[in-house]
């Protein structure tokens, strides 16, 4: 008996017979005695569908009656689910973002959540009803409609589990847990009974999409244990908490890559102060994020610079570097848009020494030229060529013996 | 320079491209120096997709739910109209029921209006703005979303040009205006210029059905002058106010009809008090409406008693009605269901004798036999054969000179 936050994605209620699935699934959890706090975004491809209306509208629809209209998708969804909800004898009562109220601030298609008014949900649940909260909005101090942005709902799940002191924000998604790596690529990838928020944060932001990553750092900050689950089979999925200090960690918990990065190398840069910021200042004020830099001291008093990029920015960031290098003296400016990014990802490599030499050796054992490295810790990630990126994570996988550790309960 | 509400119904808004054209045409109006109040009802097939939805969820969706769901299409409608008005260069700002707030009373899914919160709306509009309002939908006490029931935008639209004051509240729609009657049966079925409230509320429950009853009763209650329009072609429209005393006015206005309804009539009944209610009783318990009620005395102490009913409750009231009948010593209870009612409607009727008399007259010399008479202060009509319907109204129609008759302007 305790209160559990769950929140189903598009693809879990992407058609009126997986709401009633959801709905089957809210009345088993409900039957076994617990509160509940059911979660929806819209209906898989609604968001796509409003927004084709909005652009034939305009090439730039104006920011607040884009979230006055992405925030109907979520009303129809919490709508339904509540019928199908009572039509199994549940008592249910759907919320909008503005009727609890979620508050946010004012910035339209990517607010953030202020404020919860959870004594009316607290009422209604201790009267024993079910509430389905529409995921993703919110509403501002004016009463304006806004939206959290894609992916906002994992967002506002785990935000109501941190105000109503839930034990477990379940995240319901089309995948069963999070994975040692992507299956994909190595089809001994296991599930991961339990990652900590931290891991968690690096899994997400290099590629494993299973989460918001917005949402993982919500639920690190306020301590809500963050349970990832697939809404189509049963399972326990895998449970993201706090690093508890008694538990014995696995050295790497998994391996992440990106594919969609580009490296960008400036070569013999004079070795003065402020060189960095002379790079890196144009690429930013042009809007392009950068992600790993590295810098190397040359032995003639100048240095090598480099660093990634996604590959969609690599041509216009390319222009940007070569035109700045001009002033700065520069050798050479070169780039690749070739490269991948694979990383080792774990809590225990804290108290470990030897997991990056072990790394570079597994790689050098396969042939594999490392372009780039840089650490963090509890990440450690190398760039290589694209070609290798397949068997560069089988084979960390092995090294490590991720497909074959036990894990703690 | 005047404060107009325009309502746009489903087919004005049913594409991205007719809301485009519903922007340039409320651009025009703008231009004009109008303020303008701008009330939508959701794409046409919206509601009917929604209700699609809701049905896959239970045979009897939650009242409650339904109108969270329902009043979706209206708030999609409000943002993408903003959307293209912005792109105009004008200043525009969308309200769902609940930001304004219309309240209403709490029942769902036929929720009447109580109040307007209307002080915003004046503050915003003094400031330049055109406002884009979600019809049919408000909101209860306890912040439940309501929705007005279908056509209930015409009544929000009425509601808050009574609130503000408005000296016009103009309904776009299909068609371009209220006809004399029904030109797909009467070619030369003219436009009336101008029509009564008292008419125009004839007409509506008579079958033309340009306008929901219930929002003008309401405008004639606030004496809101309306004004039926059509969205895709320039003109006047018919407006609709209260009667001017110096009015000249035509006998007749208009010519309606209904085929959709079927007669009961109970013959050989003991004349005595209660006996039509003893017929009635039974069938407005089972929640069938009656529409027109004739009683005739016999010679012998006994009396025929005759109504109508909507031609899809017409088997169900001739079970009760021959089940009641048993109980009253009733001679014989018969029906038929391949009737129609055609109606003379017209404020000037009510000053001229004879009206009925040359409608009796007309419909003889065309061999039409009439089956049931019934009349109020502005409306005859009589009920006859299915296959004389065509034929009677082309008849009427030439007969009361409705093809010539000049009107005032």
């Known amino acids: 008996m305790a209160l559990i936050v769950q929140k189903y994605g598009g693809t879990s209620v992407g058609t009126t017979e997986r709401i009633q699935h959801v709905a089957d699934k809210v009345a088993r959890y409900r039957a076994q005695g617990h509160d509940l706090v059911v979660v929806l975004s819209a209906m898989s491809g609604e968001t796509d569908r409003l927004l084709g209306l909005a652009r034939d509208m305009a090439p730039r629809p104006d920011p607040r009656e884009l979230d006055v ?15 199908a909800l009572k039509e199994r004898g549940i008592d249910a009562r759907s919320y909008t973002g503005p009727q609890i109220p979620i508050r946010t601030d004012s910035a339209f298609n990517k607010a953030r959540i202020q404020s919860i008014g959870g004594a009316g949900l607290r009422d209604e649940l201790a009267g024993g009803k079910v509430l389905v909260v529409a995921g993703f909005q919110g509403v501002d101090e004016e009463d304006n409609i806004t939206t959290l942005g ?10 109501l589990a941190a105000e109503l002191n839930a034990s477990e924000c379940q995240i319901f998604t089309d995948v069963d847990g999070v994975y040692t790596t992507d299956p994909r690529i190595e089809p001994r990838a296991r599930r991961l009974s339990r990652i900590t928020f931290e891991e968690m944060l690096e899994m997400a932001s290099l590629g494993s999409k299973v989460l918001q990553i917005r949402s993982v750092e919500f639920a690190g900050k ?12 049963d399972g326990e999925g895998t449970l993201i908490t706090l690093e508890e200090p008694t538990m014995e960690k696995p050295l790497i918990s998994g391996i992440a890559f990106t594919r969609d990065e580009a490296k960008l190398t400036v070569l013999g840069v ?6 960095a910021a002379h790079i890196l200042g144009p690429v930013s004020a042009a809007n392009i994020e950068v992600d790993m830099i590295v810098q190397n001291i040359g032995q003639d008093g100048s240095t090598d610079f480099t660093f990634t990029v996604h590959r969609n920015d690599y041509e216009r960031a390319l222009e940007i570097v070569r035109a700045s290098a001009g002033n700065m003296e520069a050798r050479e400016v070169s780039g690749d848009a070739r490269i991948v990014k694979i ?7 804290r108290s470990h020494a030897g997991i990056a030499s072990k790394m570079f050796q597994i790689l050098a054992s396969e042939g594999i030229n490392i372009r780039m490295i840089s650490t963090s810790e509890i990440k450690i990630s ?16 092995e090294g490590f013996g991720l497909d074959t550790v036990t894990e703690e309960a």
Chains 1, 2 share one sequence.
């Open 222 to 233: 306020f301590n809500v244990p963050l349970r990832v689950l697939s809404t189509f089979e």
């Open 270 to 275: 004079p070795d003065r102060p402020g060189i």
């Open 150 to 159: 894609r992916g906002g709902s994992d967002t506002t799940a785990v935000a």
């Open 382 to 397: 190398v760039v290589v060529d694209e070609k290798y990126l397949e068997l560069g994570v089988r084979a960390l996988h």
């Open 343 to 349: 990383s080792l990802v774990g809590v225990g490599m």
């Open 69 to 83: 209209l992405l925030s109907t998708g979520e009303q129809v969804t919490i709508a339904l689910l509540c019928m």
